[in-house]
């Protein structure tokens, strides 16, 4: 203390300040180190405000009169202060607006969230995993499992039937007892926990509580967050995740001047775990690691450059990093897919997507082998360069080309995989004579008895002109032709036996046709539903290499001696399916490149140009669409940020130095962190020639929430409380306007047709508005003419025959002085009848289209068209019709 001043810091940390124009200076500082920090205890701030107190009152003496009313008020509003900061916990204003604002997001995201009763959307999809997860049947999905088993978790709490399938939008609910509202309720409440973390997110960045009210405020009214809250998606548990771990974060900032205390490392560690939970939900968690990594990497390097940092110190600062925000997300991510594989223990539809040793841990056998390979044996031949599965043939013939019976590629293992193979000439010998590299050989289907044939056809999906049909060709005891022979090129083998004689599983091989010379080829091309969308296989000149590899699977012959040495499969552990499953998942998404009748590119997102039907029924609408009041204030605050950063920019490099008082630094501290975390989860879609929606772009949209309450915050800076909490109201008050307006189309609710044309700001918007009634009645009228019994006779054909025929003659009846009326609508009535009779046996005398094949088949005519039940349905086809990563 020097003359009765000084400027030392009390126990809470906040400057004491001596002398008259100190004091206002003093309670600045007080109250700015309130608003940044939470843990500071009554104590000590009622401490704090007797020093201050105390302070003043030795000065009072050498005050003038005018200094002591100044003090008085400031002594007014510290008293206030000191007041309000004396409230037990549970009374703090902070958790008042908190609870406030909490219980309305309650009301906002979970009213009426039974309704729709039906499927919406990708409730196809996650709904029917829930259900695959309960029957432990294998599947692949794109995503990581965390979000989907919470899903499957909460539908078995509450007796999800694993039978129902959540086949197409618009299967109902409520007859088979599907607990859906539990599902969507688990959704629900982690969009409405997104709410208050904003609030912290904000405020606990020093920035003031209106601030983190309009944060709040704006996440809980943004229509696109509330539409994906409420259905089975996976976009709520991932924005909340990702919400938490920017939460954790900024938490574990505030303690850096506390480091290595227990506080830094809890928030530290809870700051990995919500990384490892992000990336468990969605890839697109990915981007919160780069944001937390970008950050990290700054902390590092200014602790670097920090001469009062030892190198021990900072190696410790390294490893705590490494360790809570590296092996802890890993750890965790790897969790989830353990747990995923312990529950996933039977085959399912996702077997083919999977080698086959990942297939083995499926609950699939495979008897071993015997390893040499002879004539006369019985073989499955497995495709090596795709997915696909087996060589497979069907007594189903192709619609175009050649209309010979069906060559393909089946993922699963069937008994119309396995061929006998033959010598060149169709014969089998009588001893053992193994195939070696080179031989020339005739494959014959076991169930059908056709031949693996080409010829000069082109085949029905590939247009290229290296490319040729093969087919199946022939009958039982049909010597056939040329056009079957197939030369063995060993092309990798395991050692130097397989690869001068053809083993079971150790040699990689072609089929090369002898006339056409020609390479047995297969690529990842679905057939159209009559070859129930399996995979082409055609014979390829100048073929890649990968996509004409083949591998003998197992193999049988009668004659094979009782020691002969057997082979099979090595069963992967758990790190070898991780990673095989995650290379799958990553190339399947990257497969996902078809067009889809709502998906949009990046570059309309930030513009809100256009969003996505998710579901329509009785003049009804669900359909995700933003909140263009929200959408625009958020991306005018990114460009705000980035002109004024570039303005700055510019006047550093002429000299100028723009400090405002501190404030640059302090705001460029919490908002260049929310504008990285927009840019990491926003421009990496640029470089994705994959599917792409607007919900891609929801966790950017957080960001640039919070970033524009960053924006206000700066803009508020020295206006008076109440203008702020006016500017406050008034904004939340247009957001909520704008909300209530596009309302009928987040929940799905009653709207007409004008309100509907009203609502479009942009021509862009594609929801239908002609599927609304002109009035709110016509709803009632339709309610009522759907429940009214309808008399059901049994002469509905004949009713139909009679309007179908009053229709036919409509314009040659001529009403002429009402003469012959009557007689001709009596002959009409009467022809009816006769006229639907000869319909149905009209309809009758369509063939079968397996028999009507027969006629233009190049086939023996006796041949047996019965379908067997092999399960041909390629049930994968889901996964790549998958509209969302």
């Not at 909490?102 to 009213?111: E, G, P, Y």
């Not at 009557?822 to 397996?850: F, G, K, L, R, S």
Request: hydrophobic share 40%; charged share 20%; proline share 4%.
């Amino acid at each position: 203390m020097r003359n009765g001043h000084s400027s030392a810091v009390d126990q809470t940390g906040v400057p004491v300040y001596r002398g008259t124009q100190a004091a206002a200076a003093t309670r600045e500082s007080s109250l700015e180190h309130y608003s940044s920090s939470t843990t500071t205890t009554t104590r000590d701030a009622a401490t704090a405000h007797h020093s201050l107190d105390k302070n003043h009152h030795s000065k009072k003496a050498n005050d003038s009169d005018n200094d002591d009313n100044d003090k008085d008020k400031d002594s007014s509003r510290l008293t206030k202060f000191k007041s309000r900061r004396s409230l037990p916990w549970y009374q703090s204003r902070e958790l008042q607006i908190v609870s406030a604002i909490t219980l309305l997001a309650f009301i906002v995201r979970l009213w009426a969230i039974g309704y729709p009763d039906s499927v919406v959307f990708d409730e196809v999809h996650f709904g029917g995993f829930a259900s695959k997860y309960l029957r432990g049947a294998f599947f692949m999905d794109v995503h990581p499992p965390l979000a989907k088993m919470l899903i499957a978790l909460t539908g078995w709490l509450f007796g999800l039937d694993s039978s129902f399938g959540f086949k197409e939008i618009g299967m109902d609910y409520i007859e088979p007892k599907v607990p859906y509202i539990p599902m969507r309720l688990m959704c629900g409440l982690m969009g409405v926990a997104v709410v208050p973390m904003a609030f912290y997110t904000v405020r606990n960045s020093g920035h003031s509580i209106h601030a983190a009210t309009l944060a709040a405020l704006l996440v809980l009214f943004e229509n696109s967050l509330v539409t994906q809250s409420r259905l089975i998606l996976l976009d709520s548990p991932l924005i909340l995740f990702t919400a938490f771990t920017a939460l954790a974060w900024v938490n574990f900032h505030n303690q850096r001047q506390n480091p290595f205390s227990d506080d830094w490392f809890i928030w530290l560690f809870l700051t990995g775990v919500g990384l490892g939970l992000s990336g468990s939900v969605k890839w697109v968690g990915l981007f919160i690691i780069a944001t937390i990594g970008t950050s990290t990497i700054g902390q590092l390097w200014d602790l670097w450059g920090d001469l009062k940092i030892t190198p021990r110190s900072w190696l410790n600062h390294f490893i705590a990093r490494a360790v809570c925000l590296i092996v802890v997300p890993v750890a965790v991510y790897m969790l989830m897919f353990e747990i995923h594989f312990l529950i996933l223990r039977n085959g399912g539809d996702g077997d083919g997507f999977m080698s086959a040793p990942f297939q083995m841990s499926l609950g699939h056998s495979l008897k071993d082998s015997p390893l040499s390979v002879a004539y006369g044996a019985s073989v499955s031949i497995r495709h090596q360069g795709t997915k696909g599965g087996y060589l497979h043939s069907h007594p189903s013939v192709y619609e175009t080309g050649s209309k010979q019976q069906q060559i393909t590629l089946y993922p699963h293992k069937d008994a119309n995989n396995d061929w006998i193979i033959q010598k060149k000439d169709g014969s089998i010998p009588e001893g053992l004579e193994y195939i070696k590299h080179g031989d020339v050989i005739r494959l014959m289907h076991i169930f059908t008895h056709k031949r693996l044939h080409s010829h000069d056809h082109k085949p029905p999906m590939t247009e290229d002109e290296n490319h040729f049909e093969v087919s199946g060709y022939g009958y039982k005891d049909f010597p056939g032709d040329a056009n079957d022979e197939w030369r063995v090129e060993i092309v990798e083998s395991r050692d130097e036996e397989s690869g001068k004689f053809l083993h079971t599983l150790d040699s990689k091989f072609k089929l090369v046709h002898n006339n056409m010379n020609c390479d047995l080829f297969s690529h990842k091309v679905k057939l159209p539903k009559w070859a129930f969308e399996q995979q082409e296989v055609t014979c390829m000149r100048s073929a890649v290499l990968a996509k004409t590899t083949w591998v003998i699977e197992s193999n049988a012959h009668p004659s094979y001696p009782a020691d002969a040495r057997l082979v099979n499969y090595k069963k992967p552990g758990f790190l070898g399916k991780f990673l095989e499953l995650n290379k799958v998942m990553w190339d399947t998404n990257a497969g996902l490149v078809e067009s889809h009748p709502y998906d949009s590119r990046p570059s309309a997102w930030p513009l809100l140009k256009r969003g996505i039907s998710f579901w329509g029924k009785d003049q009804k609408h669900i359909y995700l669409i933003g909140n263009p009041i929200i959408w625009s204030l958020s991306t005018v605050a990114i460009v705000l940020y980035v002109a004024i950063r570039g303005l700055l920019f510019i006047r550093d490099k002429r000299g100028y130095n723009d400090d405002f008082n501190g404030l640059r630094e302090y705001y460029e501290l919490s908002g260049g962190f929310f504008f990285m975390a927009w840019t990491y989860h926003y421009f990496p879609f640029y470089l994705m020639d994959r599917q792409l929606f607007l919900h891609h772009y929801l966790p950017a949209l957080y960001f640039a929430i919070l970033l524009f309450s960053v924006t206000f915050d700066l803009l508020c800076r020295f206006i008076p409380n109440r203008i702020r909490l006016i500017a406050v109201v008034l904004i939340t008050a247009i957001a909520v306007y704008s909300f209530r307006t596009r309302a009928p189309l987040t929940y799905g609710f009653e709207w007409t047709r004008t309100e509907c044309e009203a609502s479009k700001v942009l021509k862009t918007w594609d929801y239908d508005c002609n599927q609304y009634p002109d009035t709110y009645a016509q709803y009632t009228v339709n309610a009522v003419a759907n429940t009214t019994p309808i008399e059901n006779t049994n002469n509905n054909d004949n009713n139909n025959a009679i309007i179908d025929a009053f229709e036919r003659i409509n314009d040659e009846l001529v009403v002429s002085e009402g003469e012959g009326v009557v007689d001709d609508v009596a002959d009409v009535a009467a022809a009816a009848p006769q006229e639907a009779e000869a319909a149905v046996a009209e309809d009758a005398q369509i063939t079968d289209p397996a028999e009507s094949k027969l006629h233009d088949a190049d086939i023996d005519p006796t041949f047996d068209f019965e379908i067997p039940v092999d399960n041909d349905v390629d049930e994968n086809a889901e996964v790549n019709e998958k509209s969302s990563a």
